[in-house]
């Protein structure tokens, strides 16, 4: 799960492909034949077995390719073919999208210094470079040019996590004349700026910012951008009305991402494979999306929904996102997205499963700005997000059953169900 909204693309590919599996033989492994199955009763053939043969494949891909499967990396790509070659072999047409993204490297660790002590703070991707220094205003949420009005130029600003994204608070801030912008909230948050763009240092703070407003303050960034390339992956059946579950398959370069989103991906991809093959409504189309470089700003997704035309958007009925489905000891919450979406997932999970707002948080927003309708599972953060510990051994297989079983059986529902 990114912590930003959609981001600006700076350069776009956007070739569709045909592909094979790369790399292990097991991407390939047949489903069994057998004659089309109904829809209905999926959930009863999701297994927490099923779930976790993707998640120990997750793992090792990442164990592989340096402990991570962050955006433009080796560990990406071979997630994207393991997903390709799985989709394949269950029957799906598929193809990868090529996507341009920007990627971001810190050369050394942040510093920021209130006199002699130092406080502990995180860097968010894409922030510019400098050491500056300069005394502290808090200016609220700082969602607004009004916010910013007291802001005297080369002062630091102080926001406020919360309502508009981090981007638009750095731009804001940046356009009135600020030195550096601290990002404030109960601990150091890992966010993304989404893009290059913004030239002043951009840190979190952790105690909501406390004692920091009117101090005087040093704040050292050095990092760089690149622009890398990532990929979609997208399987489709049948054709006509388009129901559609995605999930993102990246991690961050913190850590393997077994739960963000490995998790997603995993029931995302066993909900495929056990509906590969089934009968399908005359009319209707079964749609997964396994979106890239999520974590620097739904870059993935943003590119997928931008090329679509207005008859392709029109067709899909349905989008449901799983991001981060299988937290310890959690419940799975709906999103407050389309209330028949929601309707159908709280069938599942009862009329006591709590609800979420998201915001855009996640891959379901660029479907929403497009007006397609969007729903979606969250399990919440946990300990390991977005760190290294954030392995198989971090992922609740009970928890990421209940999910997926209960998007599975949404899914089925919606394809079922004529409009």
Same mark, same amino acid.
Request: glycine share 14%; aromatic share 4%; proline share 4%.
């Given at each position: 799960?990114?912590?930003?909204?959609?981001?600006?693309?700076?350069?776009?590919?956007?070739?569709?492909?045909?592909?094979?599996?790369?790399?292990?033989?097991?991407?390939?492994?047949?489903?069994?034949?057998?004659?089309?199955?109904?829809?209905?009763?999926?959930?009863?053939?999701?297994?927490?077995?099923?779930?976790?043969?993707?998640?120990?494949?997750?793992?090792?891909?990442?164990?592989?390719?340096?402990?991570?499967?962050?955006?433009?990396?080796?560990?990406?790509?071979?997630? *994207?073919?393991?997903?390709?070659?799985?989709?394949?072999?269950?029957?799906?047409?598929?193809?990868?999208?090529?996507?341009?993204?920007?990627?971001?490297?810190?050369?050394?660790?942040?510093?920021?210094?209130?006199?002699?002590?130092?406080?502990?703070?995180?860097?968010?991707?894409?922030?510019?470079?400098?050491?500056?220094?300069?005394?502290?205003?808090?200016?609220?949420?700082?969602?607004?040019?009004?916010?910013?009005?007291? %802001?005297?130029?080369?002062?630091?600003?102080?926001?406020?996590?919360?309502?508009?994204?981090?981007?638009?608070?750095?731009?804001?801030?940046?356009?009135?004349?600020?030195?550096?912008?601290?990002?404030?909230?109960?601990?150091?948050?890992?966010?993304?700026?989404?893009?290059?763009?913004?030239?002043?240092?951009?840190?979190?703070?952790?105690?909501?910012?406390?004692?920091?407003?009117?101090?005087?303050?040093?704040?050292?960034?050095?990092?760089?951008?690149?622009?890398?390339?990532?990929?979609?992956?997208?399987?489709?059946?049948?054709?006509?009305?388009?129901?559609?579950?995605?999930?993102?398959?990246?991690?961050?370069?913190?850590?393997?991402?077994?739960?963000?989103?490995?998790?997603?991906?995993?029931?995302?991809?066993?909900?495929?494979?056990?509906?590969?093959?089934?009968?399908?409504?005359?009319?209707? *189309?079964?749609?997964?999306?396994?979106?890239?470089?999520?974590?620097?700003?739904?870059?993935?997704?943003?590119?997928?929904?931008?090329?679509?035309?207005?008859?392709?958007?029109?067709?899909?009925?349905?989008?449901?996102?799983?991001?981060?489905?299988?937290?310890?000891?959690?419940?799975?919450?709906?999103?407050?997205?389309?209330?028949?979406?929601?309707? *159908?997932?709280?069938?599942?999970?009862?009329?006591?499963?709590?609800?979420?707002?998201?915001?855009?948080?996640?891959?379901?927003?660029?479907?929403?700005?497009?007006?397609?309708?969007?729903?979606?599972?969250?399990?919440? %953060?946990?300990?390991?997000?977005?760190?290294?510990?954030?392995?198989?051994?971090?992922?609740?297989?009970?928890?990421?059953?209940?999910?997926?079983?209960?998007?599975?059986?949404?899914?089925?529902?919606?394809?079922?169900?004529?409009?």
């Amino acid at each position: 799960m990114g912590s930003g909204s959609s981001a600006r693309l700076i350069a776009v590919a956007a070739a569709a492909l045909l592909v094979g599996c790369g790399g292990d033989g097991d991407h390939e492994r047949p489903r069994p034949r057998q004659a089309p199955l109904p829809l209905g009763g999926v959930e009863q053939r999701i297994t927490t077995e099923g779930l976790n043969e993707h998640l120990t494949a997750l793992q090792r891909i990442a164990a592989e390719h340096g402990g991570h499967r962050s955006v433009g990396t080796a560990g990406e790509r071979a997630t *994207a073919d393991y997903l390709a070659g799985r989709l394949r072999a269950a029957g799906y047409r598929v193809r990868v999208q090529d996507v341009a993204a920007s990627s971001f490297r810190e050369r050394t660790a942040p510093r920021v210094t209130v006199g002699s002590r130092r406080i502990e703070v995180t860097t968010l991707r894409f922030s510019g470079s400098g050491n500056v220094s300069g005394r502290v205003r808090a200016v609220g949420l700082g969602c607004s040019r009004a916010a910013f009005a007291g %802001l005297r130029r080369d002062e630091v600003a102080l926001v406020r996590r919360g309502t508009c994204s981090f981007r638009s608070k750095a731009l804001a801030a940046q356009r009135a004349g600020a030195r550096a912008v601290l990002i404030s909230d109960r601990t150091p948050v890992r966010g993304s700026l989404q893009d290059t763009g913004v030239r002043v240092p951009v840190v979190a703070v952790g105690g909501r910012g406390a004692g920091l407003a009117g101090a005087r303050v040093r704040v050292r960034v050095d990092a760089s951008s690149a622009e890398r390339r990532s990929a979609n992956v997208i399987a489709e059946a049948g054709s006509g009305r388009v129901v559609m579950a995605g999930a993102h398959l990246d991690s961050v370069p913190e850590g393997p991402g077994l739960n963000d989103n490995g998790s997603g991906v995993a029931a995302v991809l066993e909900i495929a494979e056990e509906l590969g093959g089934r009968a399908l409504p005359e009319g209707v *189309a079964l749609r997964f999306g396994f979106w890239g470089a999520e974590e620097i700003g739904l870059v993935g997704s943003t590119q997928y929904v931008e090329g679509l035309s207005r008859e392709q958007r029109r067709a899909i009925s349905a989008y449901v996102n799983l991001d981060m489905v299988g937290s310890p000891g959690a419940r799975p919450a709906i999103y407050d997205g389309d209330a028949t979406i929601a309707a *159908a997932l709280r069938r599942q999970l009862g009329p006591d499963a709590p609800s979420d707002d998201l915001g855009s948080r996640s891959d379901h927003a660029p479907f929403d700005r497009a007006g397609i309708p969007v729903g979606g599972l969250f399990t919440g %953060l946990d300990r390991c997000y977005h760190r290294e510990c954030d392995t198989i051994e971090n992922v609740d297989r009970e928890v990421l059953t209940a999910s997926a079983r209960a998007a599975g059986a949404a899914l089925a529902e919606l394809a079922l169900d004529r409009p």
